[in-house]
């Protein structure tokens, strides 16, 4: 009897195990591998060293809470912020409490603050719709900071407060926006954290304070995950074509309309409710779960309420949001868990393009957790004629075409485990 007693509760602890590291808030992130962070600084286009360890660098759990520990620093490069700000980013000691199970607010929602409202799977954090300003100091007419800030954000859609770098809106590059709004990849390029394809339902990005995941611009169609894949529309509109003046506020000849907070009025016509999410089976979620989603307009550029809010959905533990302690009794992630070599490449969307080039080979995989990846270019023959490494948390790789002759090459994508994938390009220059 002593015997089988042991053994249940042998199940059952494993069961409860497995069921507790398993858990997306637990694994889903881009985890450090020694990868320093790097920025701009204006007029030198060649990224500069900062010395500090980018990513998360460790997760420990117990049966409530996740525990993420980051410097809050990308393994994208940085800057600069050419609306003069003059900070620039530097190591932050942040310990995010999520929690593992969270609960629906059924009282009066909690509000956004300022500051950290979440934090991206990289560690960086998720800031609200707001610059901390308005509009004669009045308390109404409250900034975006989307808008008033547009001139500083880097390629990536980021800067710093202080030392600490974040993001109030979608965290992808200006420039792989279908209308682009600003043009500051041209000299200072980055990736950013994810790349949207309106194919392929958008990657788990973060999570909210509540606990809550935050996913990417795109997701299936329907909420039971049927229908295809659909851009996430907002629940809020703007409120006026955009003429006259605003009651007690500016005319919208000065500041464009959707340049405050209170341009905006929530209809319910998108897909997402007032707090910017909805209940829906997501990869990561088969049951279902309530996420909230990055906000783009059909230019793919960043519309109200951006990510969050203006309230949460869900219960906010107390404290200080990215200072919270550790108690003892917690185990810790072992980030290797996710083997490279259980990693298939084609558990992430990988697309080559222009094809037929002339010019430049792009490479573009779209899942923010693969491994390394050995990117080869060879000619018919077999002959190698250049290879690049895509690093873990990059989504982009270039290969130009200026020494290659015309003809048929094959790019192929190698996890170093056992899978490989490989595509067929013609280059057709035209001399």
């Known amino acids: 009897m002593k015997n089988l007693l042991l053994l249940i509760a042998l199940i059952c602890y494993a069961n409860l195990f497995a069921q507790d590291w398993d858990k997306p808030a637990i694994t889903s992130w881009v985890f450090s591998d020694g990868t320093i962070g790097t920025y701009y600084v204006q007029g030198n286009y060649t990224p500069q060293s900062n ?64 500051g ?109 995950g049927t229908g295809g894949v659909a851009r996430m529309i907002s629940g809020y509109e703007l409120a006026t074509n955009g003429t006259g003046t605003r009651t007690n506020g500016p005319s919208y000849a000065t500041f464009a309309n ?28 088969p049951s279902g779960t309530y996420a909230y989603y990055a906000t783009v307009d059909t230019n793919e550029n960043s519309f109200y309420p951006y990510l969050i809010g203006p309230t949460f959905y869900g219960e906010v533990p107390g404290g200080s949001y990215g200072n919270s302690g550790i108690p003892g009794n917690v185990t810790v992630f072992d980030q290797n868990v996710l083997a490279v070599s259980e990693y298939s490449i084609d558990n992430g969307t990988i697309k080559m393009y222009p094809n037929p080039t002339s010019e430049i080979i792009t490479l573009q995989i779209n899942d923010i957790l693969h491994p390394d990846l050995k990117v080869q270019l060879v000619d018919v023959n077999g002959k190698l004629i250049a290879e690049k490494i895509l690093e873990k948390g990059s989504a982009i790789c270039y290969f130009e075409t200026t020494n290659l002759y015309n003809g048929t090459y094959f790019m192929v994508v190698n996890s170093g485990a056992k899978e490989k994938k490989t595509f067929k390009v013609l280059v057709n220059k035209k001399y």
Request: some cysteine; overall charge negative; proline content about 5%.
């Open 116 to 224: 950290a409202q979440g934090v991206f799977i990289n560690g960086t954090v998720v800031f609200n719709y707001a610059d901390g300003r308005s509009y004669n100091n009045a308390g109404v007419w409250n900034q975006s900071a989307v808008y008033f800030e547009n001139d500083g954000f880097d390629c990536a859609k980021g800067h710093p407060a202080g030392t600490a770098y974040h993001h109030h809106q979608n965290p992808t590059a200006f420039d792989l926006d279908t209308v682009i709004v600003e043009d500051v990849c041209t000299l200072y390029d980055s990736d950013g954290l994810y790349i949207m394809d309106p194919n392929t339902h958008s990657p788990l990005i973060g999570f909210a304070k509540d606990g809550f995941p935050i996913y990417g611009a795109y997701a299936y169609a329907n909420t039971n």
């Open 51 to 114: 010395g500090v360890e980018a990513n998360v660098q460790k997760v420990s759990y117990n049966t409530n809470y996740s525990f993420v520990e980051a410097t809050g620093m990308p393994s994208y490069t940085i800057g600069p912020y050419l609306d003069g700000n003059p900070n620039q980013a530097d190591a932050q000691n942040y310990t995010f409490k999520i929690p593992l199970n969270p609960v629906v607010e059924s009282g009066i929602k909690t509000t956004l603050g300022l």
């Open 258 to 285: 959707g340049a405050y907070e209170e341009d905006f009025v929530f209809t319910g016509n998108g897909h997402l409710d007032e707090h910017n999410g909805r209940f829906a089976i997501t990869p990561e979620y």
